[in-house]
């Protein structure tokens, strides 16, 4: 390094004692050499060292040649930390801890419905827009999963709005047309009952209109049944199928959610739960983290002018259970063969178990 001044420079040179023109360090292969500093290496054997061991000392000393190098050092330092500031989304910005706002249990239900109430009429546009329209082909995977057949007796829970009602009810109808012409298929179409079950009325007012939309309004396939997850009102044994999607996390006790679930399905019938989940990649997990807790909220507060509930479900995924965890819970309430599918890394997790 070459130091003119206090500015260095390409080279291996640097000024042992007060800057000036011609004092400074000059090496090669064979030697070193200290202009107006010290006497000629060639009086001496070991002279060349002993430059050597003075240099170092001055530069961890922090003496003319040392100060520049420390203040590169320090510059360096700034120059990637600004750099990493800079780009906050490929990096971990949350603190490791993150403090979430503490619900009790006895005012989580209302609280709950109040979220929903606030965003029932933007949710599915806030779905696409959270998740780049992926819920769609979520949903689609849960349904393939259940297999749904002509005459079924289903129950799908917190599906107010009848995004998954919709997508079974489409694929019996399509199991139905493949057998075109046979009338046992047409007779069992008709006994075919899907029930949507959500314990928030503005949220099944918008489902009802969507079904209308379809032209569904009258459809006797389709029953929409205000009703908590926790305490519901249907038969024991009564369901071939109990579908939940982005549902379960909001249940203020997941367990009875689940000993229901049990409870209503017929021996050999299937639970499903799609549901958003933990990401464990390093890397992924950090761009989740900060584009759940920056640009969620944000998004919720400019198209549905509400943050609060936004944040709330953000957070509301943070404290839901890890998939094995959830698997166990599905295991302990009763279900055989309980497994689960990442969708995305583990942004989404649909968790599935059968009833013996």
Known sequence: MRIRGNKPTLGCSASLSTPSPSSSISSDSSSITAANSFPHPSSHRWHGL????????????????????????????RRRRRALDSAPFLFHQLPPRRRFKEVREEEKSQMVGNVFTSVASSYDVMNDLMSGGLHRLWKERLVSKLNPFPGMKHLDVAGGTGDVAFRILDSIHAVAHRAVGDIHDDNLLEETQIF???????????GRKRAQERGLGD???LIWVEGDAE???????????????????????????????????????????LELSHVELPIFKDLYDYYSFSV???VGELVAGDRESYQYLVESIRRFPKQEKFATMIAEAGFQKVEYENLVGGVVAIHSGLKF
């Open 50 to 77: 002993d430059l050597l061991v003075k240099a170092i000392h001055q530069v961890t000393a922090g003496s003319v040649i040392g100060v520049p190098y420390i203040q590169r050092r320090v510059t360096i330092r």
């Open 196 to 206: 949507v079950c959500d314990i928030n009325p503005n949220m099944l007012r918008v």
């Open 219 to 221: 459809s006797k396939s």
């Open 231 to 273: 305490k519901l009102t249907f038969s024991d044994a009564s369901m071939d199928g109990y579908t939940i999607a982005f549902g379960i996390r909001n249940v203020t006790h997941i367990e009875k959610a689940l000993a229901e679930a049990y409870r209503v399905l017929k021996p050999g019938g299937r639970f499903l739960c």
């Open 296 to 298: 969620i909220p944000k």
